[in-house]
Nanobody
Framework: QLQLVESGGGLVQPGGSLRLSCAAS????????TGWFRQAPGKEREAVSC????????MIADSVKGRFTISRDSAKNTVYLQMNSLKPEDTAVYYC???????????????WGKGTLVTVSS
């Protein structure tokens, strides 16, 4: 059964850091385009960062550029989102998703995890 499980969310003070993990089971995550998305209360879901199959191409949203980094660990079948210099406006549920049909994609993903909550507050 294909499954994505996010972890690493929590409460952090402004300026702090978190690393989110997206662990896959039932398939090899490195073979598929993968992305991190977030949805804040009362707002639409938005793409945060995406990475191509094999990790050749990456996208970082302008709102997090210079603060967030996406990466793969093939051995652990996991994709990470390192988040530094967090701001209150980064508060959201963060979701991991994959697309099974493209080398790189950052919308219309096929499979989604259940999300992990990140709260940035003092």
């Amino acid at each position: 059964q294909l499954q994505l499980v996010e972890s690493g969310g929590g409460l952090v003070q402004p300026g702090g850091s978190l690393r989110l993990s997206c662990a896959a089971s039932g398939f090899t995550l490195d073979y598929y385009a993968t992305g991190w998305f977030r949805q804040a209360p009362g707002k639409e879901r938005e793409a945060v960062s995406c990475i191509s199959r094999g990790g050749v191409t990456t996208m970082i949203a302008d709102s997090v550029k210079g603060r967030f980094t996406i990466s793969r660990d093939s051995a652990k079948n996991t994709v990470y989102l390192q988040m530094n210099s967090l701001k209150p406006e980064d508060t959201a549920v963060y979701y991991c998703a994959v697309d099974m049909g493209s080398d790189y994609r950052c919308d219309g993903m096929d499979y989604w995890g259940k999300g992990t909550l990140v709260t940035v507050s003092s």
